[in-house]
Nanobody, 120 residues
Protein backbone atom coordinates (compact mmCIF):
# COMPACT_ATOMS: atom_id res chain seq x y z
CA UNK A 1 0.00 0.00 0.00
CA UNK A 2 1.13 3.55 -0.70
CA UNK A 3 2.77 5.43 2.13
CA UNK A 4 3.55 9.13 2.28
CA UNK A 5 6.53 10.10 4.43
CA UNK A 6 7.01 13.75 5.29
CA UNK A 7 10.03 15.70 6.45
CA UNK A 8 11.21 19.27 6.83
CA UNK A 9 8.94 20.69 9.51
CA UNK A 10 10.27 22.60 12.46
CA UNK A 11 10.57 25.93 14.20
CA UNK A 12 11.47 29.06 12.26
CA UNK A 13 11.35 32.79 12.89
CA UNK A 14 8.96 35.04 11.01
CA UNK A 15 10.40 35.91 7.62
CA UNK A 16 12.32 32.67 7.41
CA UNK A 17 11.92 29.69 5.12
CA UNK A 18 11.28 25.97 5.30
CA UNK A 19 11.08 23.27 2.67
CA UNK A 20 8.74 20.37 3.27
CA UNK A 21 9.20 17.08 1.46
CA UNK A 22 6.78 14.20 1.00
CA UNK A 23 8.01 10.95 -0.51
CA UNK A 24 5.60 8.31 -1.76
CA UNK A 25 6.47 4.63 -1.71
CA UNK A 26 4.85 1.22 -1.87
CA UNK A 27 3.08 1.36 -5.25
CA UNK A 28 4.10 0.80 -8.86
CA UNK A 29 1.51 3.34 -9.97
CA UNK A 30 2.14 7.07 -9.90
CA UNK A 31 0.02 9.36 -7.79
CA UNK A 32 -1.80 11.70 -10.16
CA UNK A 33 -2.53 14.64 -7.88
CA UNK A 34 -0.68 15.78 -4.80
CA UNK A 35 -1.28 18.55 -2.33
CA UNK A 36 -0.39 20.04 1.00
CA UNK A 37 -3.04 20.72 3.60
CA UNK A 38 -2.65 22.38 6.97
CA UNK A 39 -4.66 22.64 10.14
CA UNK A 40 -4.05 25.11 12.93
CA UNK A 41 -5.54 24.76 16.43
CA UNK A 42 -9.18 25.76 16.40
CA UNK A 43 -9.24 26.03 12.61
CA UNK A 44 -10.59 23.80 9.86
CA UNK A 45 -8.25 21.92 7.57
CA UNK A 46 -7.19 24.12 4.67
CA UNK A 47 -5.84 23.31 1.22
CA UNK A 48 -2.52 25.12 0.99
CA UNK A 49 -1.28 24.08 -2.45
CA UNK A 50 -1.96 21.42 -5.04
CA UNK A 51 -0.27 20.08 -8.14
CA UNK A 52 -1.70 17.70 -10.71
CA UNK A 53 -0.03 15.18 -12.99
CA UNK A 54 0.54 17.82 -15.66
CA UNK A 55 2.27 20.15 -13.22
CA UNK A 56 -0.58 22.63 -12.91
CA UNK A 57 -0.59 24.24 -9.48
CA UNK A 58 -3.05 26.05 -7.29
CA UNK A 59 -2.61 27.88 -4.00
CA UNK A 60 -4.61 29.26 -1.15
CA UNK A 61 -4.85 33.03 -1.41
CA UNK A 62 -3.06 33.40 1.91
CA UNK A 63 0.14 31.78 0.60
CA UNK A 64 0.26 32.97 -3.01
CA UNK A 65 3.61 34.53 -3.80
CA UNK A 66 5.23 32.96 -0.75
CA UNK A 67 4.83 29.19 -1.15
CA UNK A 68 5.74 27.01 -4.12
CA UNK A 69 4.64 23.43 -4.64
CA UNK A 70 6.63 21.20 -6.96
CA UNK A 71 7.10 17.52 -7.68
CA UNK A 72 9.84 15.21 -8.81
CA UNK A 73 8.12 12.26 -10.44
CA UNK A 74 11.34 10.27 -10.75
CA UNK A 75 11.69 10.43 -6.97
CA UNK A 76 7.95 10.17 -6.27
CA UNK A 77 8.31 13.25 -4.11
CA UNK A 78 6.37 16.47 -3.69
CA UNK A 79 7.83 19.58 -2.10
CA UNK A 80 6.49 22.72 -0.50
CA UNK A 81 8.92 25.61 -0.44
CA UNK A 82 7.71 28.11 2.14
CA UNK A 83 9.27 31.57 2.12
CA UNK A 84 8.55 34.69 4.13
CA UNK A 85 6.82 32.64 6.78
CA UNK A 86 4.36 34.32 9.10
CA UNK A 87 3.13 33.31 12.55
CA UNK A 88 -0.28 32.58 11.04
CA UNK A 89 1.36 29.85 8.96
CA UNK A 90 1.83 27.84 12.14
CA UNK A 91 -0.01 24.55 11.69
CA UNK A 92 0.32 20.84 11.17
CA UNK A 93 1.04 20.31 7.49
CA UNK A 94 -0.13 17.09 5.86
CA UNK A 95 0.78 15.65 2.49
CA UNK A 96 -2.06 14.30 0.34
CA UNK A 97 -2.05 12.18 -2.78
CA UNK A 98 -4.81 10.98 -5.09
CA UNK A 99 -4.66 8.32 -7.77
CA UNK A 100 -7.45 7.96 -10.32
CA UNK A 101 -7.77 4.66 -12.19
CA UNK A 102 -8.99 4.32 -15.74
CA UNK A 103 -12.47 3.45 -14.47
CA UNK A 104 -12.38 6.69 -12.44
CA UNK A 105 -12.01 4.91 -9.12
CA UNK A 106 -10.08 7.20 -6.80
CA UNK A 107 -7.64 6.30 -4.06
CA UNK A 108 -6.64 8.75 -1.35
CA UNK A 109 -3.45 8.80 0.68
CA UNK A 110 -2.42 10.97 3.61
CA UNK A 111 0.80 11.59 5.41
CA UNK A 112 0.83 11.73 9.18
CA UNK A 113 1.61 15.43 9.31
CA UNK A 114 4.56 17.56 10.31
CA UNK A 115 4.50 20.52 12.66
CA UNK A 116 5.51 23.94 11.36
CA UNK A 117 5.86 26.65 13.98
CA UNK A 118 6.65 30.25 13.07
CA UNK A 119 7.68 32.53 15.91
CA UNK A 120 7.30 36.31 15.87
Amino acid sequence: QVQLVESGGGLVQAGGSLRLSCAASGSIFSIDDMAWYRQAPGKQRELVAGINSEGTTNYADSVKGRFTISRDNAKNTVYLQMNNLKPEDTAVYCCYGRRTDRDRTQYHYWGQGTQVTVSS
